[in-house]
């Protein structure tokens, strides 16, 4: 079997988690779960058409909409940048997750779609791979300490 190759405008992350989808699920879609891994503040609905807002780290802000809300299975939703260094406007790149059950626990796939240029690819998969470490470590009981990305904005 031959996979396809990862498109140029996206970045493909796979976990290994040991803790049940319907666990690791509960850290999408619950505000305090999700800040408890990424952000510092933001505000959710989770549902299909649904808008979340999330400051990720100093004045950086976060922003789009949710397309898809399977629990525990899968989760879709818009992204994009309202302030930052990366230049992808809100709602112009596109979130998938899924996460399939195994014998330890559950595998997560991370497909972000949409991006505008190599760099923002390479700024996001360096980003993503942080964030996702810190949501399988919450997801399995631990505590992954302080966000070191996470700072004040200036100002």
């Known amino acids: 079997m031959t996979i396809p190759p990862t498109p140029m405008d996206t970045v493909t992350l796979e976990r290994r988690i040991g803790a049940g989808p319907e666990t690791v699920f509960g850290f999408f879609t619950d505000p305090g779960k999700w800040l408890s891994w990424m952000g510092a503040e933001g505000t959710f609905a989770f549902e299909p058409g649904g808008s979340y807002r999330t400051r990720i780290t100093g004045g950086d802000v976060a922003a789009g909409r949710f397309i898809t809300v399977d629990p525990p299975r ?48 390479e700024a996001h998969a360096e980003s993503w791979q942080h964030y996702v470490d810190r949501l399988a470590a919450r997801a399995e009981g631990g505590d992954p300490g302080p966000d070191t990305w996470t700072r004040q904005p200036e100002g």
């Open 74 to 121: 899968r989760l879709v939703f818009s992204w994009g940048w309202e302030s930052g260094p990366v230049a992808v406007p809100p709602g112009s790149s596109t979130i998938e997750i899924t996460l399939a059950p195994t014998s330890y626990g559950t595998d997560l796939r991370l497909i972000h779609s949409g991006l505008p240029t190599p760099e923002s690819c």
